[in-house]
């Protein structure tokens, strides 16, 4: 059974940083990245990375967040700098396992003003 565990969500004001990560419990995931959803929105792509490392972002994020991710550790990362108050949204993980997607629980980022 494939797990997807969040972490690092929080509340950080504007201008401040956060990491998150995602750890998944099985190994070979081709694509693996970062959705998020805020209250009365659909869930949108933020950054994805593919197994060899090729990133794709939103517009929104660009110059501001990078995704990297450890595949011996099966993890994913998005670090977040400058974050805006309209990043606030939860986050979730996503990956692929033979072409299957996966996804996580979730962690709430909250961005003051």
């Known amino acids: 059974q494939v797990q997807l565990v969040e972490s690092g969500g929080g509340l950080v004001q504007a201008g401040g940083s956060l990491r998150l990560s995602c750890a998944a419990s099985e190994t070979y995931y081709s694509d693996m990245g970062w959705y998020r959803q805020a209250p009365g929105k659909q869930r949108d792509l933020v950054a994805s990375?593919?197994?060899?490392?090729?990133?794709n972002y939103a517009d929104s994020v660009k110059g501001r967040f990078t995704i990297s991710r450890d595949n011996a550790k099966n993890t994913v990362y998005l670090q977040m700098n400058s974050l805006k108050v309209e990043d606030t949204a939860v986050y979730y993980c996503n990956a692929y396992r033979f072409s299957r997607p996966y996804w996580g629980r979730g962690t709430q980022v909250t961005v003051s003003s």
């Open positions: 990375i593919t197994r060899g490392g090729n990133t």
